[in-house]
């Protein structure tokens, strides 16, 4: 098993930035790539970022590229999200997910999920 707890979120103007830590513990090895979703109200659950856990390859959602950046501790199995120049469209609840065998972009093939972080953005 692994666990995954997210910090971070919170409140900031549109132009801010922000940066989300994903802590990893358990078999914390056993990990492949760490993704970070979000989800707004009323809306599907979307894939921001991801990274690979031992290569550092990274992918990047559209909507973000440019803005937000996916790194990695390894030493400390986090992983985070900095994310600069933020957009009301932004806000949603940001969750961390950790896949043993892949790296990819769709939610459904992941393993273990964080409870998540709460980010808003206003305008």
């Known amino acids: 098993q692994v666990q995954l707890v997210e910090s971070g979120g919170g409140l900031v103007q549109a132009g801010g930035s922000l940066r989300l830590s994903c802590a990893a513990s358990g078999r914390a090895f056993s990990i492949y790539a760490l993704a970070w979703f979000r989800q707004a109200p009323g809306k599907e659950r979307d894939f921001v970022a991801v990274i690979n856990w031992s290569g550092g390859t990274t992918g990047y959602a559209s909507s973000v590229k440019g803005r937000f950046t996916i790194s990695r501790d390894s030493a400390k199995n986090t992983v985070y999200l900095e994310m600069n120049s933020l957009k009301p469209e932004d806000t949603a609840v940001y969750y961390c997910?950790?896949?043993?065998?892949?790296?990819?972009?769709?939610?459904?093939?992941?393993?273990?999920w964080g409870q998540g972080t709460q980010v808003i953005v206003s305008s």
């Open positions: 997910a950790a896949d043993n065998r892949r790296i990819g972009t769709i939610g459904n093939h992941y393993d273990y």
